[in-house]
């Protein structure tokens, strides 16, 4: 909730010049907001929503973020916010126990991934913000457009409470998700990687008894994932790219019976806690990324950047990663009023290959084992030989808890302290 301390900023704020105007509060526009305050960058971010408490949009903090929180010597606090630890990664493949990954091989302090609800990782990224002089949060301030002046961006124009304003500043970023305006008032052409599933997400009431915490449960035609909240689980039900409509012409029980006849311990709570089609939310799931990150004044990161795949739980850990490696790589230049255009590409040219890569593993998982699963109704479900040769050997599940978990080429913190 925005503080009477934003109040006062914000009256400040609005119509002035800054150094950095980041659009959007996401993972992406709060740590490189916190990063760049830190380094003494006065960094202004505007956020559409009036709080953090909105629909669910992922749980899982991975060891790559917990180890940048160990860095800014933040992890004890965080890890004091409600979560639930997973250290290990595994699942039911019709009536076969599979194990995917072990994340006991990392350094004890990040050796799990901590699932918790994103809006208590976005208030705690907040409140530690909001110490520092150089930053400020503008709630319910949405980005509008972009200010262009002398062939570049030069700002951007916004809309609150109080009515349209404009904020200048040396270099604008957007952090504003998935279907950005920022980088569609860019212009920035996005490249679609193709993703041939949608999700529905819904929870359910975890009956304490309920000690099987696996994340995966697949039987022919159907692939659910639980995510234990403590008293409730998140579950996720994929379903074939488009199918959502068919599924509620069919009826929420239809889609109950299906859930349970995957997941069978839901079975006493699925009808009181889904009661219609308003419990259940589809996300819909896109793979993409832009062709350039950015342009004179402006730059991309996150999900504006790249639409990522819920397979694997990356998307927050990557939006993290992005921001981390955008504070190395601007915020001295920044505070001293000098990034160039090249030095704005330079988080490009650092973070493709990561984006690149994840997005390759996410495609090939959800095009050999999703949609195989979800095509095989009618069929006998197999185990894929991966995934049984992963099970049969521990070791292999170190080694892809450890590729899951730090992710590919994994930052460090290394951009300045005022
Ligand atoms: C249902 C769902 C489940 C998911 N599950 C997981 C998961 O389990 N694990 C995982 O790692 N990832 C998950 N993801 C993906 C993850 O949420 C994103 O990849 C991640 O949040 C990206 O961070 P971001 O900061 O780039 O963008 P976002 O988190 O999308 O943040 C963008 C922010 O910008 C704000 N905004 C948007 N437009 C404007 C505007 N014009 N002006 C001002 N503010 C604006 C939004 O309100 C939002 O706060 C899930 C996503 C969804 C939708």
Request: neutral net charge.
């Amino acid at each position: 909730m925005a503080s009477a301390f934003d109040a006062d900023r914000s009256a400040a704020a609005i119509g002035t010049t800054t150094q950095c105007c980041i659009a959007g509060g996401g993972p992406a526009g709060m740590m490189l907001g916190y990063l760049l305050a830190r380094a003494g960058v006065r960094t202004i971010v505007l956020e559409k929503h009036a709080d953090f408490l909105r629909d669910f949009r992922g749980d899982t903090v991975h060891p790559s973020t917990l180890r940048i929180m160990d860095q800014l010597g933040l992890l004890d606090a965080f890890l004091r916010r409600p979560h639930q630890r997973l250290e290990r990664i595994g699942g039911w493949f019709g009536q076969e126990r599979v194990q995917l990954g072990d994340f006991r091989g990392l350094p004890p302090r990040y050796a799990f991934i901590a699932l918790m609800p994103q809006w208590e990782f976005l208030d705690f990224l907040a409140g530690e913000a909001r110490k520092l002089p150089a930053f400020t949060l503008l709630m319910r301030a949405e980005a509008t457009g972009l200010v262009e002046a002398d062939g570049r961006v030069a700002g951007i124009r916004g809309r609150s409470a109080e009515g349209e304003f404009e904020i200048r500043a040396d270099c604008t970023v957007g952090c504003d998700g998935r279907h950005s305006t920022v980088r569609a008032a860019a212009q920035l052409a996005v490249e679609d990687v193709g993703a041939p599933i949608d999700v529905l997400w819904f929870r359910v009431g975890r009956d304490p008894k309920d000690n099987d915490s696996s994340l995966a449960r697949i039987v022919a035609g159907h692939f659910v994932v639980t995510i234990d909240r403590g008293d409730y689980w998140q579950c996720a039900f994929v379903i074939p790219k488009g199918g959502a409509d068919d599924l509620r012409r069919r009826g929420i029980d239809v889609f109950r019976e299906q859930v349970v006849a995957t997941v069978p311990m839901l079975a006493s709570r699925i009808a009181e806690d889904v009661r219609s089609w308003d419990d259940v939310k589809l996300l819909t799931v896109a793979v993409d990324r832009l062709t350039r990150w950015s342009k004179p004044g402006l730059l991309c990161i996150g999900d504006a950047a790249h639409a990522m795949s819920p397979v694997g739980g990356v998307g927050i850990n990557l939006a993290i990663q992005d921001a981390v490696a955008a504070a190395n790589l601007l915020a001295a230049k920044l505070r001293d009023g000098r990034v160039e255009a090249d030095d704005l590409d330079a988080v490009r040219r650092r973070r493709l290959w990561p984006t690149k890569a994840t997005q390759t593993m996410q495609v090939a998982i959800q095009d050999n084992v999703l949609v195989p699963v979800l095509g095989s109704a009618h069929s006998e479900l197999h185990v894929p030989l991966p995934i049984r040769v992963v099970t049969a050997v521990p070791m292999l599940q170190r080694v892809f808890a450890r590729l899951l978990g730090m992710g590919v080429r994994p930052e460090h913190v290394r951009s300045p302290v005022a």
